[in-house]
C-alpha cells in the first residue's frame, strides 16, 4: 500500500494530481527540478508516485 499524498515543508502541492487516473499521487512532495528564465527562476514540486514524469515541469506520460 502506498503512503499517503504529503505536500511539501514549504507548502506545494503535487502539480500532476489530476494528470493520470491510473497513477494517483502519493508519499511526500519535493523539490524535483528548477526551471530558469532570464529574469527568475523557480522550483518544479512532485510527490513521490510521480517525481519521474515531471520534465521541465511538464507531465511525462508513459507510453506503451
Do not use: L, Q, R
Not at 499524498?5 to 527540478?33: I, L, M, Q, R, T
Amino acid at each position: 500500500m502506498s503512503t499517503p499524498y504529503v505536500p511539501c515543508s514549504c507548502g506545494a502541492g503535487c502539480p500532476y494530481e489530476d494528470k493520470n487516473s491510473d497513477e494517483p499521487c502519493w508519499g511526500p512532495v519535493h523539490a524535483v527540478d528548477e526551471i530558469y528564465s532570464e529574469d527568475d527562476w523557480w522550483w518544479i514540486h512532485a510527490c513521490e508516485g510521480h517525481h519521474d514524469k515531471a520534465d521541465g515541469g511538464e507531465y511525462i506520460k508513459e507510453t506503451t
